[in-house]
């Protein structure tokens, strides 16, 4: 089972960036790269999902390593509504990838 | 839009009580998800289900059971409650693409 690796925390400054690291040096050449984050007492919520391409969306930006062996989650301008904690998970294709490890995620502290 | 809904929301139960926990999802989504949230943890999967009448075993499937009858329910079973299932309960569900959803949780006390 392929495992990835976070900060437990991280701080940052509100309005400023945000680059939440991820390690997953055993990751094969058919695993995602997905970041959910769980606001406090809320189920986790989807953020974003890439395989080998940098990705953005509405949310955030997802930076991959070349080699695939790290990625990094970044929120451009973090507000205290991002205060989470951010799960960083490899899944297979969804044909055949039924199962998320969640890890025990980044906690982020935005300070006002 | 309800998306996925769990019930109940909170619930205490005395050792060696049974209970189910439903969960009702409205997007015609193929795949449902039974996890457990200890404190301080991330999410663990418990079953999960690729279609109506199927079901699998996750990572802690043990003192649990599910049934998937119709594709819009997923029920989780606790037979015989032990403290250890004391946890956060959350159902996800998910189309044929990448994106699971979530429920909002339920919070079980086993005493």
Not at chain 1, 92 to 97: M, R, S
Not at chain 2, 41 to 66: Q, W
Not at chain 2, 89 to 106: E, K, M, N
Request: overall charge neutral; charged content about 15%.
């Amino acid at each position: 089972d392929a495992k990835t690796t976070q900060p437990n925390s991280m701080e940052s400054n509100e309005e400023e960036p945000v680059h939440l690291p991820c390690n997953h040096s055993t990751i094969s050449g058919t695993d995602y790269i997905h970041w959910y984050r769980q606001l406090p007492s809320q189920g986790p919520e989807y953020v974003i999902h890439g395989l080998t391409s940098n990705v953005n969306n509405r949310m955030a930006s997802l930076a991959i390593a070349e080699d695939r062996k790290s990625s990094t989650l970044i929120l451009h301008r973090a507000t205290l509504r991002d205060a989470a904690v951010y799960y960083c998970i490899l899944m297979g294709h969804p044909n055949t990838g039924n199962q998320f490890y969640f890890g025990t995620g980044t906690s982020l502290t935005v300070i006002p | 839009n309800a998306g996925v809904t769990q019930t109940p929301k909170f619930r205490v139960l005395k050792t060696g009580q049974s209970m189910t926990l439903l969960c009702a999802q409205d997007m015609n989504h193929e795949y449902m998800y039974w996890y457990r949230q200890d404190p301080g943890m991330g999410l663990r999967l418990i079953h999960y289900s690729v279609g109506e009448g199927t079901t699998a075993k996750g990572e802690v499937p043990d003192g649990y059971n599910v049934s998937r009858l119709k594709k819009q329910n997923f029920l989780l079973g606790l037979e015989s409650a032990a403290p250890s299932q004391t946890s956060v309960y959350f159902c996800a569900s998910r189309d044929r693409g990448y994106i699971q959803y979530f429920g909002a949780g339920t919070r079980l006390s086993v005493l």
